[in-house]
């Protein structure tokens, strides 16, 4: 007999089944069903585990193995790339921008896809976790342009990515790479990128095993970072930085 994902119970704060309970096909899809709220979301996130919507069913929940991740020093930005960025007039701030960027994430068109799993729901409950100063973005600006950004969950010292975009080319690099050094700055390790793909294989992803995810995202949400806005911690800062090598040596050249 085939088996089927676990029921969700409709307490906001009851426990997710294990993680190791996922199926394997479709990979990782652990429960079904449940809400978006708070409570739930950041319990879904401290055990590795996420909400990622399909039009037609209920809400689905999921902790793939293996897991996409990138190690905060270990963001690659090909040489070309880098040699562009040294005559960039961007900027890139946080927590400035996020209803905007979830927004443009919604919205960006993606090769394959139809449609988008971030649905009004979605938007709805991540700004009510960036409100609560759970959820944060990265912004990339050209002057007053918004031209690419990234979207996630911290908790403790690890950040969960959602989703990014680009207006224009290389917007959606320049904000994974500079969310990725101030993280590998303040002693983050790890940036969860869930689930694999060509172009963030391209940007210096790794595979996890999910045994291995699961233990170091334990360890990490379990120390103390106080939730808030990040605009001041992040700073505002030139993406030209990019280019040159990381304070400590670590800048995940190509």
């Given at each position: ?15 997710f ?99 988008t ?55 959606s690099?320049?904000a ?15 940036l ?37 806005s ?25």
């Amino acid at each position: 007999m085939k088996r089927l994902p676990a029921l969700l119970s409709p307490d906001p704060l009851a426990p997710f089944p294990p993680a190791e309970r996922a199926l394997d096909e479709p990979d990782g899809l652990l429960a079904v069903g449940g809400d978006l709220s708070p409570e739930r979301l950041l319990n879904a996130y401290r055990h590795g585990i996420f909400p990622w919507p399909s039009d037609g069913y209920p809400l689905l929940w999921w902790c793939p193995d293996p897991r996409t991740v990138f190690r905060s020093d270990g963001v690659r930005l090909g040489g070309k790339f880098r040699r562009g960025l040294r005559r960039c007039d961007w900027t890139l701030r946080a927590d400035t921008a996020f209803a905007e960027v979830i927004g443009a994430c919604a919205r960006v068109p993606r090769r394959g896809q139809g449609g988008t799993w971030i649905t009004a729901e979605m938007e709805a409950a991540y700004l009510r976790l960036h409100r609560l100063g759970h959820a944060h973005s990265v912004e990339v600006y050209a002057g007053d342009a918004l031209v690419g950004g990234i979207y996630g969950v911290a908790i403790g010292r690890m950040f969960f990515g959602e989703s990014m975009f680009s207006a224009r080319s290389g917007g959606s690099k320049v904000a994974l790479a500079g969310l990725a050094r101030r993280l590998h700055e303040w002693g983050w390790p790890l940036l969860d990128g869930q689930v694999e793909n060509p172009h963030l294989l391209s940007l210096g992803a790794e595979s996890m095993p999910r045994a291995q995810f699961l233990q170091r995202v334990a360890g990490l949400c379990a120390l103390h970072e106080p939730p808030g806005s990040w605009t001041e911690r992040f700073g505002r800062w030139p993406a030209a930085q990019l280019a040159e090598p990381a304070p400590g040596g670590a800048d995940g050249r190509t």
